[in-house]
């Protein structure tokens, strides 16, 4: 059996056991409500209801997705280590990276999976309220993936080593940062000490730019863009996450599982 | 016969040292213990509470990391992957996915380990008539009782049909049926050629199954050995109860032979070697004595044990060697 087939293993298995869980349904909800209800305040607007009702609906996806990803995602690791289900699968011919990348991979189907609902019913209702939908607009949601695919990664990293707690903090805190790296670098750009220039700018290098992945403006307002515009963002996306999981792969693989 | 048999595990010199918190002093866990497990043998490590024998098993599963020493298993590395196919583990307690039926379960374990999926059904649903979970197979593991769940933790170590099978506590917690029925499928295994490693701290199921043991106090191999040499071997003497026998006499048999005098209520017993046993029921019986008993003198498994772990005063066969 292939290391490919045993991560998908672990995959299909993670896929599993969010299709089990009724407390994403409950999240799912909530993220459809949210774009249910940009309809209905949309409906209350005389000017620019099809952009109110399409960023409300951009606005529930990611931040639904990035908050599912961030709690399912702080406790990927540490719950199979503290529930010790771990030692079992372990025992098998499988190694510990393949268990992480199975993981990641699993927790990442999940999520895409959920968001894809939720793109459904943006598309439906956008479809139903006669708003727009142009190639910006899939765009705009295939590098929101990969914005997820990031953060699943940011979580995955820290639950190989601390707990869900402390996992959910630096999560948040790097999706955060992560989303205004680009204001703190142009903002110290700005500034007359170079120090603080090199600091904003070596800051804006070392975390997750997730705001290049941010294309929800120019799906919203149906701008033109480039091919560089979509493949530069998916290639640092794809290089970050990498970065990501061979830290994580290198952390989880000393760990002692007592 | 025993000693012409293959060493299936060898664990050498191993040590391993914890640090409980960031700050902390290290903890020496295991002192550089030595011993080895042979080809087709049920090996029992013993200990107490504490003792490092869940620490020497998940070193040996590659959960953790010695901090020296060298730890093998068919020759390989114990951090090697590839020769788990070759291997079964049931932890203590096993956790699984609750979400899960029993038979979900299998196949995800039959999937990890390689089996083919043409043969992967037939395992599972063989395993799950061996184990006796067939009724229960598509039932969530949540609804599972201790015991079914113990039962399934074997099934998933042997789903891959490995040589070698590692038991962490397989009978803790159990009930007598629970228990009874792991000792019958530990035996089984044994039957279809397995070696098996278990850890435990039941002596009795231990004497029952075992063929060799070795008891670990403190990170330390207090002794090493065959569970026969402990329990059945050597002359250590014969044990005379007798009734109705007064003290006087008791007294003087006792001094005639040299013979330890114990009172068991208006019963006394008298340990003889074997060669006097035949003279001194004679001059029991005529001293007016009735015999209640006489039965060769055996040290159980217990007595060594508590010897080993600093409680006892029997010293037979503890080898004490640190290793």
Not at chain 2, 193 to 207: A, P, Y
Request: proline share 3%; net charge neutral; aromatic share 8%.
């Amino acid at each position: 059996m292939s290391a490919w087939l045993r991560i998908w293993t672990i995959a299909i298995n993670t896929l599993r056991e969010a299709v089990r869980n009724k407390l994403l349904y409950t999240l799912l909800f909530f993220a459809i409500a949210l774009i249910g209800f940009g309809v209905i305040l949309s409906t209350l607007s005389y000017v620019e209801s099809e952009r109110i009702l399409q960023d409300f609906g951009f606005a529930g996806i990611r931040l639904f997705s990035v908050a599912i990803a961030i709690f399912v995602g702080v406790s990927l690791i540490h719950r199979e280590v503290d529930r010790r289900t771990v030692y079992t699968i372990l025992s098998k011919p499988l190694s510990r990276a393949e268990f992480l990348l199975g993981k990641y991979v699993g927790l990442l189907v999940t999520i895409w999976l959920q968001a894809a609902i939720m793109i459904g019913f943006f598309v439906v209702v956008s479809i139903g309220t006669g708003a727009p939908l142009t190639a910006a607009h899939a765009v705009a949601f295939g590098l929101a993936a990969v914005e997820l695919a990031v953060i699943v990664a940011v979580a995955t990293l820290f639950s190989a080593f601390t707990t869900p707690m402390l996992a959910s903090f630096f999560s948040v805190g790097i999706w955060a940062l992560g989303h205004s790296t680009r204001e703190l670098r142009d903002i110290g750009a700005s500034s007359e000490s170079v120090s603080i220039q090199q600091a904003t700018a070596l800051f804006h290098r070392v975390m997750p730019d997730l705001e290049s992945f941010n294309f929800s403006i120019q799906a919203a307002h149906g701008l033109a863009f480039a091919a560089s515009d979509v493949w530069l963002p998916v290639a640092y996306g794809l290089g970050y996450v990498g970065i990501l999981l061979v830290a994580a792969v290198a952390i989880f693989e000393r760990r002692d599982l007592r | 016969m025993q000693s012409e048999a293959r060493e299936i595990i060898r664990i050498e010199n191993i040590v391993k040292d914890f640090r409980p918190g960031f700050g902390v002093r290290r903890k020496r866990i295991l002192h550089g213990i030595t011993f080895s497990v042979r080809e087709g043998e049920i090996f029992g490590f013993v200990g107490p509470n504490g003792a490092g024998k869940t620490t020497t098993l998940k070193i040996l599963m590659g959960l953790i990391r010695a901090t020296s020493g060298d730890a093998r298993i068919l020759g390989h590395a114990v951090h090697e992957t590839e020769f788990r196919r070759q291997i079964g583990f049931l932890p203590e307690n096993p956790y699984f996915y609750t979400y899960l039926t029993g038979r979900e379960i299998l196949e995800f374990y039959a999937r990890l380990s390689g089996v083919p999926a043409a043969a992967r059904g037939e395992r599972v649903a063989s395993l799950l008539e061996w184990v006796g979970l067939t009724d229960a197979a598509n039932a969530r593991l949540q609804t599972y009782s201790k015991g079914m769940l113990q039962r399934l933790g074997i099934a998933q170590a042997l789903v891959h049909d490995p040589k070698v099978v590692f038991l962490d506590e397989p009978m803790s917690g159990l009930d007598p049926i629970g228990r009874v029925e792991i000792r019958d499928l530990i035996l089984r295994l044994r039957s279809e050629g397995k070696t098996v490693f278990m850890n435990t701290h039941i002596l009795h199921d231990v004497e029952m199954v075992c063929d060799r043991v070795a008891i670990i106090v403190k990170g330390r191999i207090r002794y090493e050995g065959g569970v026969g040499d402990v329990v059945g071997g050597g002359d250590d003497g014969v044990d005379v109860v007798i009734a109705n026998l007064a003290a006087e006499h008791a007294t003087r048999i006792s001094e005639h032979f040299e013979a330890p005098l114990r009172g068991v209520g208006d019963r006394i017993e008298l340990r003889f070697a074997a060669k006097q046993t035949d003279e001194a029921v004679r001059m029991a019986l005529d001293a007016g004595g009735s015999i209640v008993s006489v039965s060769p003198h055996r040290d159980s498994l217990e007595s060594v044990f508590l010897t080993a772990v600093g409680q006892g005063t029997l010293a037979k066969g503890v080898s004490g060697s640190g290793r």
